[in-house]
């Protein structure tokens, strides 16, 4: 599984502004924005819209879940399948319909994620190797939860480099050089944490991904 592609990759695009779209039916709203010419899903409230519709590069249409159809929509997210790996790309786990081979910084950051998340001894061919982030902070969002995802990208990458290291036919672009959290957010309310993650490859590429943990 190792080859394969595990996670999904996707930016966040700026969204200006919401209304409600006047004679729809289903209830549907507009959303203006910037650059939604390869637009992948909406998020209405933190659920996905079931049908949408891109009229320009700054306003598409999307179709309200019906959980949410008498709802008050106060939030919207607006994501692209044009993958820039900045800080505003986050980080999806799925297997997929149609696995890929996972190459590069893609597979360098996956390769990263998993080690961060692992708990170690849960791994019966590798017990020795894990961050144990999911361990770590559980529900937590204090300030010990800050330092114990630190803790846990030190490891990974320090995990990593080790594991890597003797293996002489790994592309450069997959050889990691150093792990470094570049910002880290709590939301205590929905006990939720955004840490965003910037790699760095033996080819000087930069890929960043923000983590919901």
């Given amino acids: 599984m190792e080859g394969i592609q595990l996670i999904r990759l996707l930016d966040l695009l700026n969204v200006n502004g919401i209304s ?20 992948e899903s909406v998020l209405i409230n933190g659920l996905e819209a079931p049908e949408f519709v891109v009229l320009n590069e700054t306003r598409l249409i999307a179709e309200v879940p019906e959980p949410l159809r008498q709802t008050t929509i106060t939030e919207v997210s ?36 998993r080690i961060l998340m692992r708990t170690q001894g849960s791994n019966i061919f590798h017990r020795n190797t894990g961050g144990g982030m999911l361990r770590r902070i559980g529900g937590v969002t204090n300030n010990r939860a800050a330092a ?45 944490i955004y840490v965003t993650i910037v790699l760095t490859s033996h080819s000087q590429e930069r890929v960043g991904a923000t983590l919901l943990a």
């Fill in 20 to 39: 409600e779209a006047v004679g729809v039916s289903p209830r549907s709203i507009n959303v203006s924005g910037e650059d939604f010419r390869s637009v």
């Fill in 78 to 113: 607006v994501f692209s399948q044009n993958l820039t790996f900045t800080e505003r790309s986050l980080v999806e786990f799925t297997f997929g319909t149609r696995p890929k081979k996972a190459t590069g910084t893609v597979r360098l950051m996956q390769t990263f994620l």
């Fill in 148 to 192: 114990d995802i630190q803790i846990a990208v030190n490891a990974a990458k320090q995990q990593i480099i080790a594991a890597q290291t003797p293996v002489r036919a790994l592309p450069n672009n997959e050889r990691l050089l150093e792990a470094e959290i570049t910002n880290l957010s709590a939301d205590p309310v929905n006990t939720s």
